[in-house]
């Protein structure tokens, strides 16, 4: 079976679940890039050399073979390609195709009433509604921006972002965060206002004022970095922030392994969210904002991590001096953090699923997919309409530890 991925660009983010695709018995898998990277992400570590890598095709060495290996597969995957040459000839073709999207509404879910916005979602999405024309959601709120629109019905599957899933000995990589006396609570990404790292400083500046003992590391560059040091110096904490600069993905994912604490604060802008992944992969116990793309599917809150009101400083404050005060309460989070992730959300689960699922969907015969039936929200579930409003609620539905609340 022919299986094509096409988007914008390769990166590490992409490779581990393109790696157990291609490595899947009986699917020939293509990932075809369609340009080239931007200098931002370059500059971040993002840029992989992907000249022996076999899979990884470029459109633009042979755009008209591009053309046809598009539509003369069984199967597309389309993620993060805007420009409808692409698109468009295989699905009014009515060949089996899967949208790979974030939200469509970040700035706010009242926009779908826009007419011209509507006129452009209908020749996008709506009008294949009733053609093989499927889902991908990547993030929690997805499902429910596309139901506005009456878009992909009763097609739309639980999906993300699959970076690379380390197997760790737990109680080792537990052990390795308590080498230092200090809690270390850790913030990474780019320096931007959506992504709120203010709200990290402020939250652990409450720490100081009681007296608790922390380190917090704060990786990543951008317009507000300046502000932010300047902020903790305001705070009387620059001695307990370090601020580290951009650093490679694989010195992220080791500053991880050293962490007790991973803070993670954008608001809804934050349409998926891979270092939720990566941090709950490194046993991290996670406090993130419920806005997050990727916590309504991946998190629930004080089960494998904890979360908090998008924008709601005080109570991110109360979480975190909670995870501060009691090595007991992180680390139980942390493990099931990690489990949550070499369990469910992992490459070659999510690649396992998408088979099976692509399987039903051509043969027609029902997949038998007990294997993948664990405990949470699993790839390729059908996935609930979750709306931005609820999903605070929603990642506490089976709140245990009642606690917990600020």
């Known amino acids: 079976m022919k299986l094509v991925f096409a988007s914008n660009y390769f990166n590490h983010h992409q490779k581990p679940l393109s790696d157990a695709l291609a490595g899947t018995e009986g699917i020939d898998y293509t990932f075809l890039e369609i340009e080239e990277m931007d200098p931002e992400r370059v500059s971040m570590g993002w840029g992989i050399d992907t000249s022996d890598i076999p899979y990884v095709k470029k459109y633009s060495d042979d755009a008209e073979k591009a053309k046809a290996m598009i539509m003369d597969a069984d199967a597309v995957i389309f993620g993060g390609v805007d420009d409808e040459n692409y698109i468009m000839p295989r ?12 939200r469509i509404y970040k700035e706010g879910q009242w926009k779908f009433i826009s007419p011209a916005g509507l006129k452009k979602k209908y020749h996008d999405h709506i009008r294949f509604k009733n053609d093989p024309d499927y889902l991908l959601c990547a993030g929690g709120y997805v499902a429910s921006d596309f139901s506005l629109i009456g878009a992909y019905p009763d097609k739309k599957y639980v999906w993300g972002y699959f970076p690379e899933c380390i197997e760790y000995d737990i109680d080792e990589l537990m052990e390795k965060k308590r080498m230092s006396d200090r809690t270390e609570i850790l913030w990474s990404g780019r320096m931007i206002d959506w992504k709120h790292p203010e709200d990290a400083i402020e939250a652990v500046a409450c ?40 650093l490679k993905p694989d010195e992220v994912r ?25 941090s709950m992969n490194s046993g991290c116990c996670v ?120």
């Open 91 to 102: 699905l009014e073709a009515g060949r089996l195709t899967f949208r790979y999207h974030e």
């Open 207 to 246: 720490l100081k004022n009681e007296g608790v003992d922390f380190h917090l590391t704060m990786i990543g560059g951008g317009e507000m970095e300046s502000r932010l040091k300047q902020m903790a110096e305001d705070r009387g904490i620059s001695d307990d922030v370090t601020f580290t600069g951009f």
């Open 254 to 278: 080791a500053r991880m392994e050293l962490a007790d604490i991973y803070l993670f604060t954008s608001d809804q802008k934050e349409g998926w969210g891979a270092v939720l992944n990566e």
């Open 287 to 406: 406090i993130a904002s419920s806005a997050i793309g990727a916590v309504p599917f991946m998190l629930e809150h004080c089960v494998n991590g904890l979360v908090y009101k998008s924008r709601r400083v005080k109570e991110l404050s109360f979480f975190v001096k909670k995870a501060v005060e009691s090595r007991k309460l992180r680390e139980k989070l942390g493990r099931n953090a990690y489990a949550s992730m070499h369990d469910i959300w992992n490459a070659d689960n999510a690649a396992a699923c998408f088979v099976k699922e692509l399987k039903r969907l051509t043969t027609g015969i029902p997949a038998d997919r007990t294997a993948e039936e664990k405990e949470g929200i699993c790839p390729m579930d059908k996935a609930p309409v979750i709306s931005p409003l609820s999903g605070y609620g929603f990642v506490r539905r089976n709140m245990k530890d009642k606690g917990l609340k600020a």
